[in-house]
């Protein structure tokens, strides 16, 4: 290549500065020009310009063109790290002018990144000149053979880097002057609002000065503060200490904007929240001398944002559980008819065979089946809280030791059981079975955990939450907890498992090995019993389940004893019969039969009315469903009590939210009877109702 191609490059450029084509408005369009007329000018398929960033880790490509497709682009992003030898010679200010890309040991590290992908041959990069040194480069891609870079094609892109780093430098400036214009705004803004403190650190010296409201801000007296560093330190909250320390660095030593929201804690322990901005000042040599800002009090804001929070998960929560609910609602009404009758017959099948009966086993694994698909239905109430509790005040560690031969039957001999409950434990109120199940469920999930064995830990302790903690979304209020942790030395969980652990038919075990229910039960049940639950896992690590529940003030209640079985209760009394399912209705009526009852049997309301009407025998118990089309069971109750004032009345439904919120029949001596039942389950509750003291009237 002679002079007069040379002359012919520099015309290209020239005509570019002359242009004024180099400063428009917006940083691309300035050096997208440049680029253009540079892969044009020398035939290049790809030209750009990287801008190293700030911390000088990785380069970012500000504009690339690519002449066969005349496309722009920018954004990628590359590690520094990755091409050590490329970007050290760049460094070190050498133009990298590689014929052959693939060997040149300052190109190749791009073979499988860029290289190879992009059919780049030859390559020529040269670095860009800005304040403090080389900020960046200039690259040109070569595709096809491999060519040559001549001195001339080198000298032109080295004028070409020196307009890239010109546009940028000045554009830099411009952007610093805004971004000076936009601080000194805000500080004003800041200085002449209400409520605003000002400050400033004497980095060299390490003199700090406060205004009087900054100190009032920090809960202290006017005059009391040292004006030291360390001083100013010892006031904010411990847990942010590390954090404000590191945001100080960032601003003073990677000229990072000082922006952060900080707790400090009075003398007298109360924690307030501050929003504090400062700007750091250098010297000509850019060395930071002196760094200055505003502080202000944003506690309210601060409680006013948690409060949101937790109002926004109960929302969130509430409608999770309101979804799973109407499905669990649906199912326990229908499926649970269908199981009451499964299970009831089966039971009732049973009874009448002897243990060597041929069809015995067949009959016994359709039960079995029956009592797992009504457990998962009982899961499903538990989660959407839903099922009918029995709380009583109660010892977490009575419910833990009652527990532990079960529980290490259920681990197995790989997993050590170890118990470390707190004797002085205060009394909670929720429903012992309940609570025996979700321990159950988290021992099981711990064991799944630790398939090649490990430790299981379960503690108890007195907790006091004297300010609101924020646990992921969850929200938790101050107050008196009874802890219950239950820890293991599985695998763990990264945090994405965490985040939906609680969700029901989440599950992480492979097909048919769990409904996904266990833990979005354990989670149900606590948050019904007025609790919170919270895991803290890392891969790896094991995992914890800590269960807080409200401490009460009540006396424990006594756990009844075991009793030996007295056999099924018979008897002879008249029982009226009210359920809208024949299948129920049938069972129910046979298991009565045989017991000894006499059973008047009524498809619905209005029949039972008949027939008591018609009856002139006493009648001595109704049983009857909730819910029932056009009469109600409790409607159907008040109308019979004000016709015979002695009768007896046992609900029975398979719907628990329609029975327990929309009907009301738990108030106190109300008995009643949660589908699926078995055959011993009703006519032991039968007796239980016949043999109970007379009722009261109806409210």
Known sequence: MGSARLIQQLAALNKLVLGERLQPDDLRTGLGRLAKAAAQTLQVERVSVWRLTQGRTAARCLELYELSHARHSSGVEIPVNDYPLHFQAIGSGDVIAADDALTDPRTKEFRESRLFPLGVTSMLAVPMHLVGGPGGALWLEH?????SW??????????????????????????????????EERFHF?????????????????????????????????????GTYEGFLSCVHPADREFLTQAIAAAVNDGKDYDVE????WPDGSVHWLACKGDVYRDKAGRPVRMSGTVMDVTERKRAEEALRESQEQLRQAQKMEAVGKLAGGIAHDFNNLLTVITGYSQLLLSRL?????????????????????????????????QVLMPKALDLNDVVSGMGGMLQRLLGEDVDLITNLDPALGAVKADPGQLEQVIMNLAVNARDAMPHGGKLTIETANVQVRETRVHGPHVMAPGRYALLAVSDSGCGMDAETQARIFEPFFTTKGTGKGTGLGLSTVYGIVKQSGGYVFVY?????????????????????????ATADPGQPSGTE???LVEDEPGVRGFVRETLHLQGYRVLEARHGFEALVIATRHQNPIHLLLTDVVMPQMSGRELADQLVSMRKDLRILYISGYTENAVVHHGVLEPGTAFLQKPFTPDVLIRKVREVLDAPAPKAPR
Not at 143 to 147: F, I, K, L, S
Not at 262 to 265: A, S
């Open 262 to 265: 900080h707790r400090v804690v």
């Open 150 to 183: 001549s001195p001339e094609e080198t000298m032109f892109a080295m004028g070409a880097a020196a307009l890239a780093a010109l546009v940028i430098g000045q554009w830099e400036h411009r952007e610093a002057e805004e971004t000076l214009r936009v601080k």
């Open 190 to 226: 800041a200085f002449n609002a209400s409520r605003v403190g000002v400050w400033d650190w004497d980095i060299l010296g390490g003199r700090v000065t406060w205004s009087e409201r900054v100190e009032a801000l920090m809960g202290l007296l006017p005059g009391s503060f040292d």
């Open 537 to 561: 896992s890392e891969p790896g690590r094991g995992a914890t389940f800590k269960i807080y529940l409200p401490r009460i003030d009540e006396a424990i209640e006594g756990v009844p004893t």
């Open 143 to 147: 595709v096809g053979p491999p060519r």
């Open 574 to 576: 008249t029982v009226l």
């Open 354 to 386: 002897d243990q060597g009966h041929p069809l015995r086993r067949e009959i016994e694994e359709i039960k079995k089946s029956g009592d797992r698909a009504a457990s998962l239905t009982q899961q499903l109430l538990a989660f959407s809280r839903r």
